[in-house]
């Protein structure tokens, strides 16, 4: 059989269950001579009519039952178990036939159909913790976020310090009210901040039900039209960076109104909290920066979101941090 035709050099090892995840098990062990890892074909249940075509899989070897028997003739020296959770009765029988043997048995779960955040495995006094979703900012990322944050954030409030004063007269000069408005958003775990901005409306809506800024919002003063469009209103969020409340980067903070909303109409939306809010985020570089009118536009904004905090690192928030600038000046989506 030319699928059982092996380096010598090679370990012979079989698959169980054919799946995703087992057949880039398998490209890997042909891409990779290093791994000295020769996979001799799988063992699945189903009928090869019933199996997802792919030229390159190696053949079916039979039914998962019939792995031991295999084993031993052929003297299999790495068992990979490839098969979903939901098989457990099926992997202990297998695991059972297996002490037989002298193989050395993995489980590959497909973690990938978790649609994992930060996804790691751990050891807890011998018990094997796999992350599923986890927050990338724990031991040494945490102080990471939290250093550059404070410096960022301390080098910007003393440059902007003379034009953040200029905006509070222009504020008082234009029209009624105080300079800072303050809104309860969602933070870290999903528990309650306050956020500050610049005032750029004549109402201080905080309530059960917040609109959302629409163009040509008649609430939004002159002045504050000019705060918006340049995100000049957003500057005082520096201040909840030194807090400890928020992050120069990290998903947009929505009012808590909105965040009640939209948690039950799209899935995954209150991940978002697992890391603090920021000032800018992947978000709004890529385009989904101010209003929010329709579910897809805000779905796709929560995708970058997630897609953040899976991708996490110090270069990925100087890069937004840039870009960010380019965005503002050349960016029409936000009034």
């Given at each position: 059989m030319a699928?059982?035709?092996l380096r010598r050099w090679s370990s012979r090892a079989v698959i169980v269950g054919l799946s995703d995840i087992s057949r880039k098990l398998t490209h890997q062990f042909k891409r990779n001579p290093l791994l000295r890892v020769g996979c001799m074909g799988f063992f699945d249940d189903r009928w090869s009519e019933r199996l997802p075509e792919d030229k390159q899989c190696q053949p079916r070897l039979g039914s998962i039952a019939a792995t031991a028997a295999f084993v031993k003739a052929y003297n299999v020296q790495h068992i990979y178990i490839a098969l979903p959770l939901s098989a457990q009765p099926r992997i202990l029988a297998l695991l059972d036939d297996l002490r037989d043997t002298t193989a050395s048995i993995y489980f590959v779960p497909d973690l990938a159909s978790f649609d994992l955040i930060q996804a790691n495995i751990s050891i807890i006094d011998g018990i094997p913790i796999v992350a599923v979703c986890e927050s990338p900012f724990v031991g040494i990322n945490s102080i990471i976020k939290r250093v550059s944050d404070v410096i960022i954030s301390l080098l910007i409030l003393l440059v902007i310090s003379p034009l953040m004063l200029l905006i509070a007269v222009g504020i008082k000069l234009t029209s009624r009210g105080p300079v800072l408005f303050k809104?309860?958003?969602?933070?870290?775990?999903?528990?309650?901040?306050?956020?500050?901005?610049?005032r750029s409306m004549t109402v201080m809506e905080d309530d059960e039900q917040v609109n959302q800024a629409t163009r040509n919002d008649p609430r939004i003063t002159r002045f504050g039209s000019f705060l918006r469009k340049t995100s000049l209103d957003e500057l005082p969020q520096f201040i909840n960076v030194l807090q400890g409340g928020m992050s120069v980067v990290g998903p947009r903070p929505h009012a808590v109104s909105h965040n009640e909303m939209y948690r039950s109409l799209i899935k995954g939306y209150m991940i978002r909290h697992k890391v603090k809010p920021g000032i800018?985020?992947?978000?709004?570089?890529?385009?989904?920066?101010?209003?929010?009118?329709?579910?897809?536009?805000?779905?796709?904004?929560?995708?970058?979101?997630?897609?953040?905090?899976?991708?996490?690192?110090?270069?990925?928030?100087?890069?937004?941090?840039?870009?960010?600038?380019?965005?503002?000046?050349?960016?029409?989506?936000?009034y």
């Open positions: 699928g059982l035709v809104q309860r958003r969602y933070g870290l775990d999903g528990k309650e901040i306050v956020v500050y901005k610049f800018t985020g992947w978000a709004q570089i890529n385009g989904f920066r101010g209003e929010t009118d329709t579910l897809e536009k805000m779905q796709a904004r929560i995708d970058y979101d997630l897609d953040y905090l899976r991708n996490w690192s110090l270069f990925l928030d100087l890069l937004i941090i840039f870009k960010t600038i380019n965005v503002v000046i050349e960016d029409k989506n936000a």
